[in-house]
């Protein structure tokens, strides 16, 4: 029997047989993995990376592997994955499709290709994006669901270089797997400026009176203004921007009320605002400044029954998005007096129509979609995304992911070698199902000293997933889409804590797979209840298989798996052992359990190659084995 590897060791050669061999043209798309090492020991990497093994479990594992990617970086090769699935060593080629600051644009030419094509036709996007790993994006370009089609598997990450991702098909990014990052936070005093910016100069008519004067008027009665000290402003959307606006607003003098059904209302003591309904905001407000996202729940919420039971003569301010308000309506509360002025900087269609009655309409300021654009906002806004897409494509999880959960890097460091055993155990579990098929419901079941509240298994569940999923399907399965995927297909998992008396010191004592209601090609993987289960543990940092259906083992998971079951008899080991020499298939752990002495036992035989067919035969052939599974990890 060979010895046991050091996971150092392991590691190490398992990555370097994945580096070796990641230019080999695969009809499949690889087996794109959403972990893999870091160069940054305490992280661990969770979205796609073409070439990186899972099998990473311990922190000198990590070391190791750390080295082998610093041999990688100094050489300048980037794993990537093209179009084909081929997994190709050349950089990532970023396409930035708006104009971005050129400190942003400089730190994503020192990671991949970029390159900027502004003004594409969204036939031109879809045409391009199948050869891109990332895309940048503004306001300004559709995201739909054609461009992740077009994109065929490749496009990795969509950074929104801004805050606002309406602009992106969410649910078709998730499908996808293609994880979406924007920059939520570099721009957020420029939109608040700009939101003063409007109030304060629709308030005087800056701009209707700067055009009369250079039309050559001079209109000092028809342009009085309002004052606003002592004026009630309501914001709609007590976010980062509203906040801002507010806090500037009560330096003006105004009294500010605010609507926002998920902000802490001591965010909004702190600033000395009164959250309110949305009846009362609109009803009382003298101004109405709009500063919540364009979703399902706020498309046109100011519209024609919203606008009469506002205060009439009152004035709106939009910086947030122009979807928000029904626009033809507000034309229409415009003309009718309930709305005495608009400033708006954002529109339904971008840019709108030329003939628009609301742009033209002269109780109406429009400025064309500047709330962002300053020059420290641009410059905040392009590093902030840069940094983002760089670390999504280097396969780190975004701490500005939109449609992927958010989990701390001191959990990712912690969590690293059981996100191993937890993808080893949905494969291996996957195996045991006659035909892989027909699966529909399984139970993660975790053991652990924590309390609940402090054990974040979302990440766990994903890799049960992936590892469950992958091996019976084209999809390629990330943190992005583990659970739609799952939910498509049908597969439902569900989970459950025990509590233990151990050390809270670990995350985990255990993780056991259960599938049920499904036939098993190795029927001693039941257990009592009829459902496939097995059971891991995470030893020194390698993940191990502890338990299959009723039988204890022990063997650590890696290279492939060979379940056997016999008569528990002297020499056993010793002639499947021989079987295996003979056919130089390197046996590289062994562990038997049984339930009763003399009765069944369970050899797990860990083996670095699959044994060809004759070789499984011949075990078959052994008079006391009973019944045995090849299993690929
Ligand atoms: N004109 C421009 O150039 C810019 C526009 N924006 C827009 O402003 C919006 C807000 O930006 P941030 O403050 O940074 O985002 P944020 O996420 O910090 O704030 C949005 C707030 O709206 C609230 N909200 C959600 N649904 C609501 C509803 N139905 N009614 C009232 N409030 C609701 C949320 O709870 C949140 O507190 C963005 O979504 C974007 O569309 C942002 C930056 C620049
Ligand atoms: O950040 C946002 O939500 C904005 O609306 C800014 O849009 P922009 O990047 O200037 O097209």
Not at 149 to 155: H, P, T
């Amino acid at each position: 029997m060979a010895s046991t590897p050091s996971p150092h060791t392991a590691a190490t050669a398992h990555l370097n047989s994945l580096l070796s061999s990641s230019s080999v043209n695969h009809n499949k798309p690889s087996n794109l993995s959403f972990l893999h090492a870091s160069s940054n020991p305490s992280s661990i990497k969770l979205l796609h990376s073409s070439s990186f093994s899972p099998s990473i479990s311990s922190s000198s594992s990590t070391t190791a592997i750390c080295n082998v990617l610093k041999t990688v970086e100094s050489a300048d090769i980037s794993l990537s994955r093209d179009l084909h699935g081929v997994v190709s060593t050349s950089k990532p080629t970023i396409l930035v499709s708006e104009k971005l600051g050129e400190a942003g644009l400089a730190l994503l030419r020192s990671f991949g290709n970029v390159d900027c094509s502004y003004d594409l036709s969204p036939q031109d996007l879809c045409a391009k994006i199948s050869l891109c790993d990332a895309l940048i994006v503004r306001s300004g370009t559709k995201v739909t669901r054609e461009v992740f089609e077009a994109a065929q598997g490749r496009l990795k990450v969509v950074g929104r270089a801004g805050v606002g991702i309406d602009n992106v098909d969410l649910q078709a990014a998730t499908e996808f797997g293609c994880l979406v990052v924007n920059a939520p936070t570099a721009n957020t005093i420029a939109a608040a400026e700009h939101g003063i910016a409007l109030l304060t100069s629709m308030a005087r008519n800056v701009a209707q009176s700067d055009a009369s004067m250079k039309a050559g008027k001079w209109l000092r009665s028809k342009y009085v203004g309002v004052s606003l000290v002592g004026k009630t402003l309501a914001i709609m959307g007590f976010g980062k921007v509203g906040s801002e606006v507010a806090r500037r607003a009560k330096g003006l003098g105004m009294h500010v009320i605010a609507h926002d059904p998920y902000a802490p209302a001591d965010r909004a003591r702190a600033i000395g605002v009164d959250l309110v309904s949305f009846e009362q905001a609109i009803s009382t407000a003298d101004f109405i400044s709009l500063h919540m996202p364009l979703t399902p729940a706020t498309n046109k919420v100011f519209n024609d029954d919203t606008f009469p039971k506002m205060k009439k003569g009152v004035r709106l301010i939009n910086v947030a998005r122009g979807g928000v308000i029904d626009e033809d309506a507000l034309v229409r509360a415009l003309d009718s007096g309930i709305v005495a002025q608009a400033a708006l900087d954002v529109f339904t269609v971008e840019p709108p129509p030329k003939d628009s009655k609301l742009v033209q309409h002269e109780n109406v300021t429009v400025t064309p979609h500047l709330g962002a654009s300053t020059k420290e906002a641009q410059e905040g806004v392009a590093i902030e995304i840069a940094e983002a897409v760089v670390g999504a494509l280097n396969g780190e999880l975004s701490a500005t992911a939109v449609n992927a959960p958010m989990v701390p890097p001191e959990v990712l460091s912690e969590l690293a070698p059981y996100v191993v055993l937890a993808e080893k155990l949905g494969r291996l579990a996957v195996q045991l199902v006659t035909g892989g098929s027909g699966i529909q419901s399984v139970k993660v079941v975790y053991k652990s000293a924590r309390d609940p509240d402090s054990l974040d298994t979302r990440l766990l569940r994903a890799m049960v997933t992936k590892g469950i999923i992958e091996p019976i399907s084209d999809t390629i399965i990330n943190l992005v889409n583990a659970d739609f995927s799952a939910k498509q297909k049908g597969l439902r998992i569900s989970e459950e804590r025990i509590i233990v008396d151990s050390s809270p010191e670990y995350p985990v004592e255990s993780i056991q797979v259960q599938i049920s209601n499904v036939q098993s090609r190795f029927a001693s993987a039941l257990s009592e209840n009829g459902n496939i289960s097995i059971e891991g543990k995470v030893k020194y940092g390698v993940p191990h298989l502890t338990r299959v259906g009723p039988f204890s083992v022990d063997v650590s998971l890696e290279g492939n798996l060979i379940l056997c079951k016999q008569v528990d008899q002297p020499g056993m080991i010793g002639k499947v052992g021989n079987i295996l020499g003979e056919s130089n298939v390197n046996v590289s752990f062994m562990s038997v359990g049984r339930t009763v002495k003399g009765k069944q036992a369970i050899m797990a035989i860990g083996v670095d190659e699959e044994p060809d067919k004759d070789t499984q035969k011949k075990i078959g052939e052994v008079s006391a084995v009973e019944e045995f599974v090849f299993l690929k990890l």
